[in-house]
């Protein structure tokens, strides 16, 4: 069955709008417990710098920084250690939404590698006219050793839903963040995608 999700806006709707009302049960009201999956998805060192990017898996704007510019900083800044980069959701839109609780509900470390192939290959899942989103989705959730069944049980975990909208409310009141890509250095936020150089200077690292 194709299933095409509806391109609804999250930009229009009130911020607490967002997040579903799911009523928590009895346990969960009297002791909650952290969610692994809305954990810190990051690359780097944990003592270097952290650099955070609000992004959204439907952003062509994020999908060229990442395909362009992020294997700059990650060979460059990254990986000797100079920055960490956080990422966090900030979904634009219902399809964005869906790719991303997909991506929280891989293991940690493949985390990357998905958004990853996502990114690459966003003109197929997410703009193709008359594309089956979730079947797309579900083919390179497959190279990360996902099910069809898992990606369908994810799709249908409100609390996970809930959680990255919660997350990306967070953003818009912690950071006045409105659109993708946003990063944020050293607590300022800087709309919109930027250069390897551009970004090692709002960093304070060296580019060389």
């Not at 609390?159 to 912690?174: D, H, P, S, V």
């Amino acid at each position: 069955m194709t299933m095409h999700i509806a391109r609804r806006s999250l930009l229009a709707a009130p911020a607490a709008a967002l997040v579903p009302a799911l009523a928590p049960s009895a346990a969960q009201a009297q002791a909650p417990v952290a969610d692994p999956r809305l954990g810190e998805r990051s690359a780097g060192k944990a003592e270097a710098p952290a650099v955070i990017e609000y992004f959204s898996l439907t952003c062509s704007h994020c999908a060229d920084f990442h395909n362009r510019t992020w294997p700059q900083v990650k060979s460059r800044l990254v990986e000797p250690g100079k920055v960490r980069l956080v990422w966090r959701d900030f979904p634009l839109d219902q399809i964005a939404l869906a790719a991303a609780v997909v991506a929280r509900a891989l293991p940690a470390e493949r985390y990357e590698g998905f958004i990853s192939a996502l990114f690459a290959s966003q003109d197929r899942w997410a703009f193709a006219r008359g594309a089956d989103n979730i079947a797309e989705i579900a083919k390179i959730a497959a190279l990360a050793g996902m099910s069809r069944a898992q990606v369908d049980a994810a799709l249908a975990d409100q609390a996970l839903q809930r959680g990255i909208l919660e997350g990306r409310m967070k953003g818009q009141q912690e950071f006045n963040v409105s659109s993708t890509p946003t990063f944020v250095f050293n607590n300022r936020p800087t709309p919109g995608a930027v250069s390897f150089e551009r970004f090692a200077e709002l960093a304070g690292v060296s580019a060389s």
